[in-house]
Structures are given as structure tokens and as C-alpha cells.
């Protein structure tokens, strides 16, 4: 559905920021480079906007999306901000963390952003071209990872033009993203601070500062951070995990010193460089055609965490 129209690559230069800010400005919709994925941006205040979103992701519109701004100042006129939120931010933002604060009233920002919530999904992100899109743009920029709805997100231009090509009106090509995946969320809304997602800020990073994080997973059906249904960031075959010793047929996916992997996460078993390659290697995975895909063991520490939970949802059974 809604697959009409050119999508345009756009150089990382100044004329290339000048029409992707404008685009935006004007109701479009642009994927754009973060240090974590990339994110498939358009203007929090323009419901029609935030609507193409959900449209060309083929989102279900109960799950909302994280508000991008420039810096803190830029997030006060959004949400409020308490003290342990004042903490974190000096401490982590620009970066790869959102916080989940309660929303203003009257706050510039679309109900289909929040769907519904009276708490708003907020990030400063630390790239250049994104920071330089923002403050061109001069409006805060709903953007949730540019790839159709359950699909591996792009770390890549490339991964947002095979995915949403003809959909979209642009992506402002800022080459590979640097961290590789999404953002960790915390929230800050409620009585204690409760950890929504793993992600490219390490858990340890927040624990140090702020004592043991809830992470108590939702009850019922609405979970309040979606991105956590079971089966998401999947590629097309089937995955298996903590493998030591392929069966004949599977392709691995190695980490360390695995032998006969097909791609290497890292082979200096480095977690980071792991997770700027993962969702690269799931999207070459499914180039190749792999049908069954084994994966290495990997620790379960630091960003080892957040690459384990994108895979364990890229294992788990789907429709
Ligand atoms: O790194 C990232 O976070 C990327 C880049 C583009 O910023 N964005 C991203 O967006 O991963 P998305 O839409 O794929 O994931 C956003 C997650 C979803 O799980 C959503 O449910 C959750 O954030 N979320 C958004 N607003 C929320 C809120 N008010 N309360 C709780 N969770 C929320
Ligand atoms: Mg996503």
C-alpha cells in the first residue's frame, strides 16, 4: 500500500540537509542517519506526517514513537523533566539512550506519536547529520527505525531503501551507523526508573548512576514499550541460538573464534563492533537466502545484552 512514490537518496552535504530539513518541514517523511539505526523522521507536530509513518512502516498505530530533538532545552518545552531525568541527561544525552517522560500539556507533539499515552518517548541523538538535520528543521522530529513493521532495522542507507523505497520521500545517506542497535529506554515517568528496553547505552551505565532498574516485563497485552513483542527485528530464516556446533544446513553466524562461520560478528569478540555488525549481517543473512541460521554463544554483558535480546526476538516462533 502506498508504495507511489520516488524516494530520493540524498548526499550528506548542505544541500542534501537543506532539502531533507525542508521535506520534513513541509509534511514529508525522511530517513535519516543516528549512531544507533536509522530512524524514518517527520514533523511530532503534523498528524498527517506522523499518519505517513505508520503508513509506510505498516505500523499498528497503538505503538508509538520516540521524539527526536536537538538538546535538553529543546526537550523541556516537550516533556517534564525531573531531577533524575536532569542527571541521566547531562550525564548520557547527545547518545544512544531515550527517556520516557511525562508529556506537558499543550506540548507541540501529535496523540498518533504517543498514541494515546500522557508520557512522551524523547532522544537526543549524538550524530552529526542528525543533530544538523534537527536544528535545521527547527521542529521536533517523530522518528521510529526505518524498516517495515517486525523487519531487521537499518544500520545502512541501502537497508532503508530496500525496505522502504517508494514509500518514503528521501534518506539522507550518512553511510554505516556507528553503535548498530537501537536506542536503550529508560523510563523516568513513573515512581522508580524502569528499564523499557536494552539497548546501545549499556544497562551498567544507568545501574551506576541510579541503583538497580526495574525491569519488570508489562502485564497484558499493551505492552508500554512494543518494540519488546516477542517476535520483532526477524529476518527471513529461522534462527538459533548459543550454538556451539552447527547441524549440516545451517549457516552461522559466528562470534570469537567460531569456526566456519559465514559472518563473524567479531572475531576479536568484541561486543562492540558486534553490534555495529548485527543488523548488517541479519540483512546480508537474508541475502544469501540463509534459511536456517545458527548463532555463536554471546556474553551477556554490556551491549552483549541488547544484541541477545535482538536476537532472542529474531529466534522466537512467529505467524
Ligand atoms: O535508536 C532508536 O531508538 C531508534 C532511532 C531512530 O532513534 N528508534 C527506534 O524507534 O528504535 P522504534 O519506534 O523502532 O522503537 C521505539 C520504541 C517502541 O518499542 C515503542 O513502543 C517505545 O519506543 N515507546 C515509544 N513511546 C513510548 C512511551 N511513551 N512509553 C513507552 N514506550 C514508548
Ligand atoms: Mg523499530
Redesign the pocket.
Given at each position: 500500500p502506498d508504495a507511489d512514490r520516488e524516494t530520493v537518496l540524498l548526499a550528506a552535504d548542505a544541500a542534501g540537509l537543506a532539502r531533507a530539513a525542508a521535506l520534513i518541514r513541509d509534511g514529508g517523511r525522511v530517513a535519516f542517519p543516528?549512531e544507533?539505526?536509522?530512524?524514518l523522521g517527520a514533523d511530532a507536530g503534523n498528524g498527517d506526517a506522523v499518519a505517513g509513518i505508520y503508513a509506510a512502516k505498516g505500523r499498528p498505530s497503538f505503538?508509538?514513537?520516540?521524539v527526536?530533538v536537538a538538546d535538553l532545552a529543546a526537550a523541556r518545552r516537550l516533556c517534564e523533566v525531573p531531577r533524575a531525568a536532569e542527571e541521566v541527561a547531562a550525564a548520557f544525552w547527545p547518545g544512544?539512550l531515550?527517556l520516557?517522560l511525562p508529556l506537558r500539556g499543550g506540548a507541540p507533539v501529535s496523540r498518533l506519536v504517543?498514541a494515546g499515552?500522557d508520557?512522551?518517548?524523547i532522544?537526543v541523538?549524538a550524530h552529526p547529520l542528525a543533530q544538523a538535520l534537527l536544528r535545521a528543521a527547527g521542529v521536533p522530529v517523530a522518528?521510529?527505525?526505518?524498516n517495515p513493521s517486525g523487519r531487521i532495522?537499518p544500520t545502512r542507507a541501502a537497508h532503508v531503501m530496500d525496505g522502504l523505497g517508494g514509500r518514503i520521500d528521501a534518506v539522507l545517506d550518512g553511510g554505516p551507523c556507528g553503535v548498530g542497535v537501537?536506542?536503550t529506554?529508560l523510563?523516568l515517568a513513573g515512581d522508580r526508573p524502569r528499564l523499557?528496553?536494552e539497548?546501545?547505552l549499556p544497562a551498567e551505565a544507568l545501574e551506576a548512576m541510579l541503583g538497580p532498574l526495574d525491569r519488570t516485563p508489562d502485564a497484558g497485552s499493551a505492552?508500554?514499550?512494543?518494540?519488546?513483542l516477542v517476535s520483532h527485528y526477524a529476518p527471513r530464516g529461522r534462527v538459533r541460538l548459543g550454538v556451539t556446533a552447527p547441524e549440516p544446513g545451517e549457516t552461522l553466524l559466528g562470534f570469537g573464534s567460531a569456526a566456519g562461520a559465514a559472518i563473524n560478528l567479531s572475531e576479536a569478540g568484541d561486543l562492540h563492533e558486534a553490534a555495529a555488525r548485527l543488523f548488517d549481517a541479519l540483512h546480508a543473512l537474508d541475502a544469501m537466502g540463509a534459511e536456517r541460521i545458527a548463532v555463536s554463544p554471546i556474553p551477556e554483558t554490556g551491549l552483549g545484552r541488547a544484541i541477545n535480546d535482538r536476537l532472542r526476538r529474531a529466534a522466537a516462533p512467529r505467524d
Open positions: 543516528t544507533t539505526v536509522y530512524g505503538n508509538p514513537l520516540i527526536h544512544p531515550t520516557v504517543t499515552l508520557t512522551l518517548a532522544r541523538p522518528a521510529p527505525s526505518a532495522s537501537e536506542s529506554i523510563s523499557l528496553r539497548g546501545g505492552p508500554s514499550a512494543p518494540g519488546q
